[in-house]
């Protein structure tokens, strides 16, 4: 129970601290507002529970989060295992997302890596790949952020090097762009 506690007591600081985060998600939601009324789309990607964390991402953009409203352009890059496995096995797991950014993304789209270190050599890659594309590209990392941040044009980056911390913020800080895009998309 002690530790269960300690959780919670870590979330809730945590929380209080990332309310300075705001003003950078609202950036993220207007540059994907951005890209949706210039027709682009929005591109995922992350490991294990960030992987989790960009396929949340993409099926509240294309199904909906609060708000009835049209689907809207997204994919997360961890959710086919066939190419997924493809490539890590042809070529190198550190080539799995930005392979596909090559594949995928056009300038303007929007590309959004999740690394709760920051430190992921694939999500640094990708993100990498994307911006010289002419993508935006979006952080959601933890820690420093570093070295991911450096190829991000918006950083959402929580101030923790606890995974389970930044995973939750992540979440939260998710919820709060998905709303603004939720929003203008049912009033558009």
Sequence with gaps: ??????????????????EGLLPAASEIAAAIIACYERGGRVYTFGNGGSAADSLHFAEELVARFK???????????????????CIANDYDFDE?????????????????GFTTSGRSP?????????????????????????????????????PSDSTARV?????????VVLDEVDRWAADS
């Design 96 to 112: 799995l997302f930005a392979r596909q950014v090559r594949a995928f993304a056009r300038e303007g789209d929007v590309v959004i």
């Design 122 to 158: 694939n999500v640094v890659d990708a993100l990498a790949v994307a911006r010289g594309l002419g993508a935006v590209t979006v952080l959601f990392g933890g820690g420093q952020g570093l070295p991911a941040a450096e190829h991000a044009v918006h950083a959402l980056v929580v």
């Design 67 to 85: 708000r009835e409203r049209r689907p809207l352009a997204a994919q997360s890059l961890a959710a086919d295992p066939t190419v997924l496995t």
């Design 1 to 18: 129970m002690a530790e269960a506690r300690q959780a919670v007591e870590e979330h809730l600081a945590l929380a209080a601290r990332i």
């Design 167 to 175: 995973q939750e913020m992540h979440v939260l800080l998710l919820h």
